[in-house]
Each structure stands twice: as structure tokens, then as C-alpha cells.
């Protein structure tokens, strides 16, 4: 049986792809990228984001949500709870 031998691929962190030196909080599309669908904030293991950046992005997502830009809580749709009391 043959070895098989799995090949990480590390993620370039796309900041320091472009050069960015400054994350902005107000490009609220952006930032959106980096959070969940319930608003918080994607690891750097998910995202592929290093270590400073990563820093940068909490920071003005952060600013944003302060500045109402970006939700703190994206609330949750569900059909199941409203039949319980029926």
C-alpha cells in the first residue's frame, strides 16, 4: 500500500499580498468577509490572515460595530420555537 503523504499549502495572508498598511473600518463590505454569518470574528486559521493583519482586522471590526457599520449580532431565523405553545 502506497504512503500517502498530505501537502500543506499554507495561505498567503492577502494584506500583505496587496501591501495594505492600513485596514479600514469603514469599508464595511470588506469586514464582512472576515465575520460570520452571526457576526464574529473569523480565526486566522480560517482565514488565512498573519498574525498583525489579524490584529488590524479585530480592531476595525471592532471600530465598526461601534460606528454601527457592521451588526454586533446578526440575529438567528428559525421556524421551530413560535409552535411550542400551540
Not at 501537502?7 to 465575520?35: G, N, S, W
Not at 451588526?71 to 438567528?76: M, S
Amino acid at each position: 500500500m502506497a504512503e500517502y503523504v498530505r501537502q500543506v499549502h499554507k495561505k498567503k495572508c492577502p494584506f500583505c499580498k496587496d501591501e495594505v498598511k492600513y485596514i479600514d473600518y469603514k469599508d464595511a463590505q470588506m469586514l464582512r468577509k472576515y465575520t460570520t454569518d452571526r457576526g464574529k470574528i473569523k480565526p486566522r486559521r480560517v482565514t488565512g490572515v498573519c498574525t498583525q493583519h489579524q490584529h488590524d482586522l479585530a480592531t476595525a471590526i471592532k471600530r465598526a460595530r461601534e460606528m454601527a457599520l457592521v451588526p454586533y449580532v446578526v440575529p438567528v431565523v428559525s421556524g421551530r420555537g413560535e409552535r411550542r405553545g400551540r
